[in-house]
């Protein structure tokens, strides 16, 4: 469970960072909404799933709920999920 919840925060922090850089100035600058709206889709199903399985993840390693909090916050900052990827599921920080 540990290893897909790094993939999927690494799928979703590189969706976020697509939307904000990529698809949000086509949709302002070039009046291009299709983008935004497709990959638009795809983040929102993929931070849905990031807070599922960040809540399962949390109980399977019995993290605090400060730690929680945490992870949970950094689905919403640029780059968070990289380093919430980092610091919390590094393979030497918790059980296989």
Do not use: R
């Amino acid at each position: 469970m540990n290893k897909f919840f790094k993939y999927l925060a690494i799928t979703e922090g590189y969706s976020f960072l697509l939307i904000l850089f990529v698809t949000m100035p086509l949709k302002y600058l070039a009046a291009m909404p299709m983008p935004n709206k497709i990959i638009g889709m795809a983040h929102g199903v993929l931070f849905l799933s990031y807070i599922v399985v960040a809540i399962l993840v949390a109980q399977l390693n019995k993290w605090s709920f400060k730690t929680l909090l945490i992870v949970l916050a950094m689905s919403v900052v640029p780059f968070g999920t990289f380093w919430m990827e980092e610091k919390y599921l590094n393979d030497d920080q918790v059980k296989a």
